[in-house]
């Protein structure tokens, strides 16, 4: 885990401007959620309205949105692909995300042009150099 400041970037995502992660799974898929600076921006999570399974989406789309105390926020897919699971969990327990948000995955994106996407994301270190200019 890298920290900057009080916010933790984990090692081995990809990390977008928007503050999102995705995890690339061994099968290929990509799990998304959004980062701890995200979720201490947005202060305690009240609802997380999941995106629909089967739901296309291209890189940079809207997937969702959460709302919290503060404020609601976009959160935007890191891949295209097709949404084949959402985390039902969080319809429930939305707190998950500021617990552990990079244990709380929102969705599982089956990929259409993984390579040439992560090519744009940043890695953790790039990121953390990212969040020390904000």
């Known amino acids: 885990m890298i920290e900057v400041g009080e916010y933790k970037v984990k090692e081995g995502l990809y990390y977008t401007k928007d503050h999102e992660w995705a995890q690339v799974l061994e099968d290929g898929t990509v799990l998304v959620g959004i980062t701890d600076y995200a979720q201490k921006e947005l202060g305690d999570l009240a609802y997380v309205e999941l995106p629909e399974v089967g739901k296309e989406v291209s890189k940079g ?74």
Not at 77 to 83: L, T
Not at 94 to 100: H, L, V, Y
Not at 114 to 129: G, P
Request: glycine content about 2%; charged content about 35%.
């Open 61 to 134: 789309d809207v997937l969702c949105e959460v709302e919290s105390v503060k404020a609601v926020s976009e959160v935007y897919a890191p891949v295209s692909g097709e949404v084949i699971e959402v985390n039902e969990e969080l319809s429930d327990s939305p707190e998950k995300i500021n617990e552990d948000p990079y244990g709380a995955w929102i969705a599982k994106i089956k990929p259409k042009n993984l390579e040439e996407e992560l090519k744009e994301l940043m890695d953790a270190e790039k990121y953390a150099e990212y969040l020390k200019t904000l």
